[in-house]
């Protein structure tokens, strides 16, 4: 009897640790049965590149919902970047807050073509509120300052969007400065994450043991087999969002997991 009071009770603390926090209806249903372009509607060629302002407002065009990432250049500014390093995108081996943003505009090709690495607020200046935005913020650097800068820019959008990080201190920022908005924890398997974390981080970002300190409203987690605690967490009332889905994936059967995909290289209904 007493083994069965301890697995109780671990059980019970298992929950405490993973349990999402609070989320309205009003807040989810923009994203609800929706499909968010990854990095915006570029082209596997990269001749639309991912996160520059053509794919995005290809994305607007096809009434997709919109995943982008946003980082800080050396002088503040809030750009639309994926990568730590500007090397698989751009040839330099080097940060994007190494630069200034006139030196990116200057130096800067994405992936050869004629496009550049876009601001923030030029992306919101495409987008125009039609449709809704999942930003994740990109950790390293002063991510405080951009916690706060993408937060203050947010607030006087009038479109809807949500956020999303892997880092947990920033989501935790965003519980405790912004709790009005809603906020994601992205997430993926260890046996993926352990290539660039140590083992322990790994199982524990893996099993979202740190949201007893983030609350995050919804899990973004990446398509796969989802360990207990994910699926814990999903049961007491996350909203459950995939990334990022391919076109080998079967799409139906992710609506029936999930309650909002994100995806590229194919075309999906906009809603489902």
């Known amino acids: 009897m007493w083994i069965l009071a301890v697995f109780a009770g671990l059980f019970l603390l298992l929950c ?18 929706r499909t968010f372009a990854h990095r915006g509607l570029y082209r596997a060629d990269q001749s639309v590149p991912e ?35 500007l090397l698989r995108a751009c040839g330099v081996d080097a940060r994007v807050d ?6 990116l505009c200057e130096k800067m090709r994405l992936f050869g073509t004629e496009h550049t690495i876009p601001l923030f607020s030029q992306v919101l ?29 947010l607030r006087s959008y009038g479109g809807p969007y949500c956020i999303e990080s892997f880092d947990p201190h920033i989501v935790r920022w ?11 924890q ?36 990446r398509i796969g087999k989802k360990p207990l605690p994910v699926r814990l967490c999903e049961g007491m009332g996350a909203m459950r969002v995939a990334w990022t889905a391919q076109p080998a994936h ?21 809603s489902f």
């Open 16 to 33: 405490v640790f993973v349990a999402p926090g609070r989320s309205s209806r009003a807040q989810r249903a923009p994203f609800l049965g």
């Open 51 to 85: 996160n520059s302002l053509a794919a995005f407002s290809a994305a607007v065009e096809a009434g997709y919902g919109i995943e982008l990432d946003v980082q800080l250049t050396e002088d503040g500014q809030i750009v639309v970047f994926h990568d730590d390093t």
């Open 98 to 103: 190494d630069y200034r943003w006139q030196e």
């Open 125 to 153: 200046s495409v987008v125009r509120s039609q449709v809704p935005l999942i930003v994740e913020l990109k950790t390293g650097g002063d991510w405080q300052g951009l916690c706060a800068r993408v937060r203050d820019m």
């Open 174 to 184: 965003f519980y405790r400065n912004a709790p009005e908005i809603l906020r994601g």
């Open 186 to 221: 992205l997430s993926e398997q260890s046996r993926i994450s352990r290539r660039h974390l140590p083992l322990y981080l790994s199982l524990m970002m893996s099993r979202l043991l740190t949201n007893f300190l983030t609350h995050p409203q919804f899990i973004a987690y």
């Open 250 to 270: 079967d799409h139906a059967a992710l609506t029936r997991s999930f309650d909002a995909v994100i995806f590229e290289h194919y075309r999906p209904p906009v």
